[in-house]
């Protein structure tokens, strides 16, 4: 039950990040186009994203902080196969204009098209990949 109140809290904190974000600077909360206007040439709004990016780097020594423990993380998978995922996230992150944040978290609730058309894409894949990896390759990924 603990952990489905984590998970809860994490997630309307999210929710509440994306409206402040939008009442305060009308910017999607998409992560990685927060990041990747941090890379040259920088973006002249720099700081909020430089600002957000601590806060999510620093989200886990708070939780330490309240907690007395670091969050449980569970990685499953090999360092070369996070590092080719990574590679392939942020490939589809640039064709498909935006993340699971800017369009799942942020664009499925404006009704965005684009981002419905890019959330299920996602989502599918996604589940493919899962199948793919656990029921193909094997299961021990």
């Known amino acids: 039950m603990h952990d489905l109140l984590a998970a809860f809290a994490g997630g309307a904190m999210i929710g509440l990040a994306a409206v402040i974000l939008m009442a305060t600077h009308g910017r999607i909360m998409g992560v990685s186009g927060i990041v990747s206007q941090l890379l040259p040439p920088v973006a002249p709004d720099w700081l909020y994203r430089a600002l957000f990016v601590a806060g999510v780097l620093l989200a886990p020594v708070v939780w330490m902080l309240l907690a007395d423990r670091l969050p449980t993380i569970q990685l499953e998978a090999t360092l070369p196969l996070i590092l080719v995922g990574g590679f392939l996230v942020g ?6 204009s935006g993340c699971t944040s800017g369009h799942g978290v ?10 419905i058309v890019a959330t299920c894409v996602f989502m599918v894949f996604a589940g493919a990949t899962v199948y793919v990896l656990r029921h193909v390759v094997g299961g021990g990924i």
């Open 91 to 96: 490939v589809g992150t640039v064709f498909g």
């Open 106 to 115: 942020c664009g499925l609730p404006r009704f965005s098209p684009r981002s």
